[in-house]
T-cell receptor, first 111, second 117 residues
Framework: EDQVTQSPEALRLQEGESSSLNCSYT??????LFWYRQDPGKGPEFLFT???AGEEKEKERLKATLTKKESFLHITAPKPEDSATYLC????????????FGQGTILTVHP | GAVVSQHPSRVICKSGTSVKIECRSL??????MFWYRQFPKQSLMLMAT?????????EQGVEKDKFLINHASLTLSTLTVTSAHPEDSSFYIC?????????????FGPGTRLLVL
């Protein structure tokens, strides 16, 4: 069974204080690992897709990396508007597009 | 690109009535659409997967006669909650994927908040 575990459950940062969120996964034949951002009362917003170990992607203050067992979402010099829940999801080779989500990390950035 | 809309954004209904939620991909053709349910402070739970022109595939434990899904075109899928009860109150979110440009990334709609009284 595919499993995704995110840590920490919640993270409080001061504005400008860089940190990383972790996503550990167990899956048969990884097809893709996805990062989403979700604001309260809204649907998830797509951030990144990573397909193979060693791959990295960046967007503004966010950088996602992937190994064979985990992915990290690095946040550099965060701002209060980066506060949200960050969701990690995996897609297995035999899942016909189905995503398995982690429980998410709630990020709060204080000014 | 990759915009998905949902309508309505919020609905309140009486117990026993049926509610229809629409999910549209606005700027791409969605070969596959997914329906999720999310409870407060929890992650997304997949309810069903639908492909255009085919019957939906439901996840274990999801009643297909209660949650009717129709994917009649490459840009529209609907979820009908039949004979809704208070325990069906939740946040329903759809997603869409497909087309050569977007590969298999799922793009999510803004969600529909359902409250059954």
């Amino acid at each position: 069974e595919d499993q995704v575990t995110q840590s920490p459950e919640a993270l409080r940062l001061q504005e400008g204080e860089s940190s990383s969120l972790n996503c550990s996964y167990t899956v048969s034949g990884l097809r893709g690992l996805f990062w989403y951002r979700q604001d309260p009362g809204k649907g998830p917003e797509f951030l990144f897709t990573l397909y193979s170990a060693g791959e990295e992607k960046e967007k503004e203050r966010l950088k996602a990396t992937l190994t064979k067992k985990e992915s990290f979402l690095h946040i550099t010099a965060p701002k209060p508007e980066d506060s949200a829940t960050y969701l990690c999801a995996v897609q297995a080779g035999a899942s016909y597009g189905k995503l398995t989500f982690g429980q998410g990390t709630i990020l709060t950035v204080h000014p | 690109g990759a915009v998905v809309s949902q309508h309505p954004s919020r609905v309140i209904c009486k117990s026993g009535t049926s509610v229809k939620i629409e999910c549209r991909s606005l700027d791409f053709q969605a070969t596959t659409m997914f329906w999720y349910r999310q409870f407060p402070k929890q992650s997304l739970m997949l309810m069903a997967t639908s492909n255009e022109g085919s019957k939906a595939t439901y996840e274990q434990g999801v009643e297909k006669d209660k949650f009717l899904i129709n994917h009649a075109s490459l840009t529209l899928s609907t979820l009908t909650v039949t004979s809704a009860h208070p325990e069906d109150s939740s946040f329903y979110i759809c997603s869409a994927s497909g087309g050569p440009t977007f590969q298999e990334t799922q793009y999510f709609g803004p969600g529909t908040r359902l409250l059954v009284l």
